[in-house]
């Protein structure tokens, strides 16, 4: 019995992995990566329409499946998209950069829990805030359904920027 305490007591002190108590979490259940800002860069693109400049990062799963072109991508990959809104720079106005931070969105690969929606899990946290986007979990929908033109490639637009 007295074995039994002195385990259980242990185990009570193993460090357990959860998220942050802060990170903001999507209408659908994913939660904000907030480890993203490590991930790796696979291309910038800019947005015409919005004025926005975005940078596409994939955590160490994706990152490796997008060198080695594995599509589809396996479980466990993730991409995110940051966007900024654009000024020109003060001292070189032709030189255009990011100004204020506009949002922050996620796929999240898991082909069995996904499958209604290409096997990717969709999540958004927009301004300085991170405020959840969408007011249920349809608003995936919104997401799937721009994604679809490039279903053939894994629902993703985004690839290799070019490099020597
Ligand atoms: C109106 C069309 C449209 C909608 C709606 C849309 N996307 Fe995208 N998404 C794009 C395009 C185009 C790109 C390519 C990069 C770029 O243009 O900035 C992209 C890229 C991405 C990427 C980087 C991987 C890739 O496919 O290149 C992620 C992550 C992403 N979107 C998440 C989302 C999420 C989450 C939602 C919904 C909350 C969403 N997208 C809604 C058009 C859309």
Not at 20 to 26: G, K, L, Q
Not at 63 to 68: I, L, P
Not at 71 to 94: E, N, Q, R, S, Y
Request: net charge positive.
């Amino acid at each position: 019995m007295k074995r039994a305490i002195v385990a259980f007591l242990a185990l009570l002190c193993v460090p357990v992995a959860l998220p942050a108590a802060s990170a903001p979490v999507a209408p659908n259940g994913i939660a904000l990566f907030e480890d993203y800002q490590t991930w790796q860069v696979i291309a910038p693109s800019y947005r015409e329409d919005k004025k926005q400049i975005r940078v596409i990062l994939g955590n160490p799963i994706a990152y490796q499946a997008m060198r080695a072109k594995v599509l589809p991508m396996p479980d466990g990959a993730v991409l995110a998209k940051i966007a900024w809104t654009t000024k020109k720079h003060p001292k070189f106005p032709v030189a255009t950069e990011p100004d204020a931070f506009a949002q922050v969105e996620f796929m999240v690969k898991d082909a069995a829990k996904y499958k209604a929606t290409g096997g990717w899990g969709f999540a958004r946290f927009v301004g300085n805030d991170l405020k959840p986007y969408g007011k249920d979990a349809g608003f995936v929908q919104e997401c799937f359904g721009c994604h679809t033109p490039v279903k053939g490639n894994d629902y993703l637009f985004t690839s290799f920027a070019p490099l020597p």
